[in-house]
Protein backbone atom coordinates (compact mmCIF):
# COMPACT_ATOMS: atom_id res chain seq x y z
CA UNK A 1 0.00 0.00 0.00
CA UNK A 2 3.05 2.30 0.84
CA UNK A 3 4.57 1.87 -2.38
CA UNK A 4 1.03 2.30 -4.07
CA UNK A 5 -0.03 6.00 -2.51
CA UNK A 6 4.22 6.65 -3.44
CA UNK A 7 3.72 5.90 -7.17
CA UNK A 8 0.51 7.54 -7.15
CA UNK A 9 2.05 10.93 -5.80
CA UNK A 10 4.96 10.40 -8.03
CA UNK A 11 2.23 10.31 -10.95
CA UNK A 12 0.24 13.15 -10.00
CA UNK A 13 3.42 15.26 -9.23
CA UNK A 14 4.57 14.49 -12.41
CA UNK A 15 0.85 15.27 -14.18
CA UNK A 16 0.51 18.14 -12.57
CA UNK A 17 4.39 19.62 -13.88
CA UNK A 18 3.05 18.58 -17.14
CA UNK A 19 0.20 20.92 -17.07
CA UNK A 20 1.70 24.01 -15.31
CA UNK A 21 5.32 24.34 -17.02
CA UNK A 22 3.35 24.96 -20.52
CA UNK A 23 1.23 27.30 -19.09
CA UNK A 24 3.82 29.17 -17.85
CA UNK A 25 5.95 29.69 -20.80
CA UNK A 26 3.17 29.98 -23.21
CA UNK A 27 1.79 33.22 -21.85
CA UNK A 28 5.21 35.27 -20.68
CA UNK A 29 4.40 39.03 -19.10
CA UNK A 30 7.66 41.69 -19.22
CA UNK A 31 6.82 43.38 -15.76
CA UNK A 32 8.41 46.06 -14.12
CA UNK A 33 7.30 46.25 -10.14
CA UNK A 34 4.33 43.80 -11.12
CA UNK A 35 2.50 45.77 -13.67
CA UNK A 36 3.19 45.13 -17.56
CA UNK A 37 5.56 46.71 -19.09
CA UNK A 38 3.85 49.24 -21.86
CA UNK A 39 4.47 48.88 -25.16
CA UNK A 40 6.96 51.43 -26.50
CA UNK A 41 8.72 51.49 -23.30
CA UNK A 42 12.49 51.48 -23.66
CA UNK A 43 14.33 48.96 -21.90
CA UNK A 44 18.18 48.07 -21.33
CA UNK A 45 20.28 44.85 -21.66
CA UNK A 46 23.95 44.45 -20.42
CA UNK A 47 25.78 41.55 -20.49
CA UNK A 48 27.03 38.70 -17.64
CA UNK A 49 30.70 37.94 -17.90
CA UNK A 50 33.10 38.78 -20.86
CA UNK A 51 31.44 38.19 -24.09
CA UNK A 52 34.17 36.79 -26.50
CA UNK A 53 34.51 35.02 -29.69
CA UNK A 54 36.46 32.42 -29.78
CA UNK A 55 37.94 30.51 -32.86
CA UNK A 56 41.50 29.11 -32.60
CA UNK A 57 44.21 31.56 -33.26
CA UNK A 58 41.19 34.18 -33.74
CA UNK A 59 39.62 35.87 -30.51
CA UNK A 60 37.75 38.57 -29.81
CA UNK A 61 37.00 39.50 -26.08
CA UNK A 62 34.49 42.20 -24.73
CA UNK A 63 33.80 42.78 -21.11
CA UNK A 64 30.90 45.17 -21.50
CA UNK A 65 27.80 44.47 -23.96
CA UNK A 66 24.99 47.25 -23.66
CA UNK A 67 21.69 47.09 -25.56
CA UNK A 68 18.86 49.64 -25.87
CA UNK A 69 15.58 48.11 -27.33
CA UNK A 70 11.93 49.07 -27.33
CA UNK A 71 9.24 47.17 -26.04
CA UNK A 72 6.88 46.41 -29.54
CA UNK A 73 4.79 43.27 -28.27
CA UNK A 74 4.00 42.15 -24.49
CA UNK A 75 0.32 41.44 -25.11
CA UNK A 76 0.33 38.02 -22.32
CA UNK A 77 0.78 35.72 -24.85
CA UNK A 78 4.24 37.19 -26.24
CA UNK A 79 7.10 39.35 -25.88
CA UNK A 80 8.44 41.12 -28.24
CA UNK A 81 11.66 43.71 -28.63
CA UNK A 82 13.17 45.81 -31.17
CA UNK A 83 16.78 47.04 -31.65
CA UNK A 84 17.78 49.74 -34.04
CA UNK A 85 20.88 49.44 -36.07
CA UNK A 86 24.00 49.45 -33.71
CA UNK A 87 22.02 49.72 -30.85
CA UNK A 88 23.73 46.50 -29.23
CA UNK A 89 27.59 48.15 -28.51
CA UNK A 90 30.16 46.10 -26.71
CA UNK A 91 33.84 47.53 -25.40
CA UNK A 92 36.48 45.94 -23.51
CA UNK A 93 40.26 46.84 -22.37
CA UNK A 94 41.76 48.58 -25.15
CA UNK A 95 42.45 51.57 -26.89
CA UNK A 96 39.48 54.29 -27.17
CA UNK A 97 37.79 51.67 -25.23
CA UNK A 98 37.74 49.17 -27.83
CA UNK A 99 37.45 45.37 -27.69
CA UNK A 100 40.70 43.31 -27.72
CA UNK A 101 41.61 40.55 -30.29
CA UNK A 102 44.09 38.23 -31.53
CA UNK A 103 45.31 41.36 -33.89
CA UNK A 104 44.80 45.08 -32.17
CA UNK A 105 41.65 46.49 -31.14
CA UNK A 106 38.55 45.59 -32.22
CA UNK A 107 34.94 47.16 -32.60
CA UNK A 108 32.06 45.34 -33.07
CA UNK A 109 28.75 46.32 -34.71
CA UNK A 110 25.25 44.95 -35.12
CA UNK A 111 22.71 45.48 -37.31
CA UNK A 112 19.09 45.93 -36.29
CA UNK A 113 17.58 43.09 -33.93
CA UNK A 114 13.89 41.88 -33.29
CA UNK A 115 13.36 39.32 -30.02
CA UNK A 116 10.57 37.12 -30.31
CA UNK A 117 9.12 34.92 -27.28
CA UNK A 118 8.31 31.66 -28.72
CA UNK A 119 4.38 30.53 -27.75
CA UNK A 120 4.58 27.16 -25.65
CA UNK A 121 8.39 27.07 -24.87
CA UNK A 122 10.78 28.91 -23.35
CA UNK A 123 13.03 29.88 -26.26
CA UNK A 124 12.89 33.66 -28.07
CA UNK A 125 13.78 33.55 -31.87
CA UNK A 126 16.43 36.53 -32.64
CA UNK A 127 16.33 37.79 -36.42
CA UNK A 128 17.37 40.51 -38.18
CA UNK A 129 13.36 41.94 -38.10
CA UNK A 130 12.91 40.63 -41.10
CA UNK A 131 16.07 40.33 -42.69
CA UNK A 132 19.50 38.27 -41.49
CA UNK A 133 21.23 39.16 -38.43
CA UNK A 134 24.69 41.13 -39.31
CA UNK A 135 27.34 41.76 -37.02
CA UNK A 136 30.55 43.31 -38.91
CA UNK A 137 33.79 43.40 -36.67
CA UNK A 138 36.54 45.72 -37.61
CA UNK A 139 40.28 44.94 -36.14
CA UNK A 140 41.78 48.18 -36.77
CA UNK A 141 43.51 48.77 -39.49
CA UNK A 142 43.66 45.24 -40.15
CA UNK A 143 40.49 43.63 -41.45
CA UNK A 144 36.83 44.03 -41.59
CA UNK A 145 34.77 40.59 -41.46
CA UNK A 146 30.79 40.46 -42.12
CA UNK A 147 28.91 37.69 -39.99
CA UNK A 148 25.12 36.75 -40.80
CA UNK A 149 22.62 33.99 -39.40
CA UNK A 150 18.94 33.67 -41.08
CA UNK A 151 17.97 33.79 -37.09
CA UNK A 152 19.22 31.93 -33.69
CA UNK A 153 17.20 30.99 -30.40
CA UNK A 154 18.15 32.16 -27.23
CA UNK A 155 16.38 31.20 -23.95
CA UNK A 156 14.67 32.87 -21.13
CA UNK A 157 13.56 31.46 -17.28
CA UNK A 158 9.65 32.46 -16.43
CA UNK A 159 8.98 34.09 -12.99
CA UNK A 160 11.96 34.98 -12.86
CA UNK A 161 14.68 38.32 -13.36
CA UNK A 162 14.38 39.24 -17.22
CA UNK A 163 17.65 37.18 -19.31
CA UNK A 164 17.77 36.57 -22.36
CA UNK A 165 21.12 33.53 -22.87
CA UNK A 166 21.76 32.97 -25.99
CA UNK A 167 24.63 30.09 -25.83
CA UNK A 168 27.20 28.48 -28.83
CA UNK A 169 25.37 30.91 -31.48
CA UNK A 170 27.23 30.25 -34.61
CA UNK A 171 27.41 32.80 -37.54
CA UNK A 172 28.77 32.29 -40.70
CA UNK A 173 30.99 34.45 -42.49
CA UNK A 174 29.50 36.72 -46.30
CA UNK A 175 32.48 39.13 -46.32
CA UNK A 176 36.03 39.56 -45.44
CA UNK A 177 39.58 37.62 -45.46
CA UNK A 178 40.14 34.17 -45.35
CA UNK A 179 43.55 34.69 -43.44
CA UNK A 180 42.08 37.06 -40.70
CA UNK A 181 38.24 36.27 -41.01
CA UNK A 182 37.38 32.83 -40.03
CA UNK A 183 34.38 30.63 -41.78
CA UNK A 184 32.42 30.75 -38.89
CA UNK A 185 32.70 32.57 -35.07
CA UNK A 186 30.31 31.05 -31.93
CA UNK A 187 29.47 33.15 -29.07
CA UNK A 188 27.64 33.17 -25.76
CA UNK A 189 25.90 35.47 -24.36
CA UNK A 190 24.05 36.58 -21.08
CA UNK A 191 21.61 39.80 -21.95
CA UNK A 192 19.87 40.70 -18.44
CA UNK A 193 16.98 43.20 -18.97
CA UNK A 194 15.95 46.58 -17.04
CA UNK A 195 14.27 49.56 -17.23
CA UNK A 196 16.19 52.34 -18.65
CA UNK A 197 16.67 53.78 -15.36
CA UNK A 198 18.53 49.93 -14.11
CA UNK A 199 15.30 49.14 -12.08
CA UNK A 200 14.71 45.27 -12.51
CA UNK A 201 12.74 43.49 -15.10
CA UNK A 202 10.82 40.01 -14.82
CA UNK A 203 9.33 37.19 -17.10
CA UNK A 204 6.17 36.30 -15.03
Known sequence: MHKKLIMTCAVIAGFAAFIIAPVASASPVLTSEGSA??????????NTGVFAFN?????ISCGTV?????V??????QIKL???VGALTSSGTATAGDCT?????????????CFSTVSGTDNVSVTGCGANIVMTTNITGVVVCKYSAASVTASFLTNADATFSLSAIPLSKTEGSGLFCPSQITFSL???LTTA???TLSIS
Open 197 to 199: SGG
Open 55 to 59: EGSYT
Open 101 to 113: ASWGPATLTWGKL
Open 72 to 77: TGNTGS
Open 82 to 84: ETA
Open 66 to 70: DMTAV
Open 190 to 192: DLD
Open 37 to 46: VPLGTEIKGN
